[in-house]
């Protein structure tokens, strides 16, 4: 029964690598969004897809591109991985302009 | 430049008590602001939203107030419960479509 679901939970990896992170939402809502939490508890939006298409777009390095195949996927793809990508990335859905849903995150680490 | 501040990292109180925490934001203008629960490990929960022409929300236990002059909204949980300790984030809507800008959060703790 999970709302918004994220794989995988954690992710270890060597700087340089390129890695994905999955996420789903089952609420049948027409926005996505990705947030970063970083290790000062921030967390700042990224990215946001309504209905498959881009709205929002944060001042975010091109390595990070999101791909939404349809309104109930939205996947991060990262390039080249470097030590300051390592936080907890977070996926969330609403209704519209209507609260956010979130998943419960992907760790990231940075080797 | 545009800034939220929570008002404490950490925030301790005794069972039974009322706990405020607060959020001040300046060179916004809100349309709505929410409030968050995060527990560890998790992600964040919508508790709360009140719009900029609302001075005050309530759901049960909680109540938000909004003074949008001071720039700044007010977060109560009366009759607090150690289940209530998590971090509590305020969120302001800052234009474009539903783009919400995340304070750091304060965490509450509430002891038996």
């Known amino acids: 029964d999970t709302a918004v679901s994220q794989t995988p939970k954690y992710l270890v990896t060597q700087m340089g690598n390129d890695k994905s992170i999955k996420c789903e939402q089952n609420l049948g809502h027409d926005t996505m969004y990705w947030y970063k939490q970083d290790s000062k508890k921030f967390l700042k939006i990224m990215f946001s897809y309504n209905n498959k298409e881009l709205i929002i777009n944060e001042t975010v390095p091109n390595r990070f591109s999101p791909k939404s195949p349809d309104k109930a996927h939205l996947n991060l793809h990262i390039n080249s991985l470097e030590l300051g990508d390592s936080a907890v990335y977070f996926c969330a859905s609403s209704p519209g302009g209507q609260p956010q849903h979130f998943g419960d995150g992907t760790r990231l680490s940075i080797l | 430049s545009q800034k939220i501040e929570q008002n404490s990292e950490a925030l301790n109180i005794q069972e039974g008590k009322t706990a405020t925490l607060t959020c001040n934001y300046t060179n916004y203008s809100p349309a709505y602001l929410q409030w968050y629960r995060q527990d560890p490990g998790r992600g964040p929960v919508f508790l709360l939203l009140?719009?900029?022409?609302?001075k005050e929300k309530r759901k049960e236990r909680l109540k938000v107030t909004f003074d949008t002059t001071l720039k700044q909204s007010l977060f109560h949980i009366t009759a607090s419960q150690p289940a209530d300790s998590a971090t509590y984030l305020c969120?302001?809507?800052?234009?474009?479509?539903?783009?919400?800008?995340f304070g750091a959060g304060t965490r509450l703790a509430v002891h038996p």
């Open positions: 009140i719009r900029e022409n609302e």
């Open positions: 969120a302001l809507h800052s234009g474009g479509y539903n783009k919400l800008i």
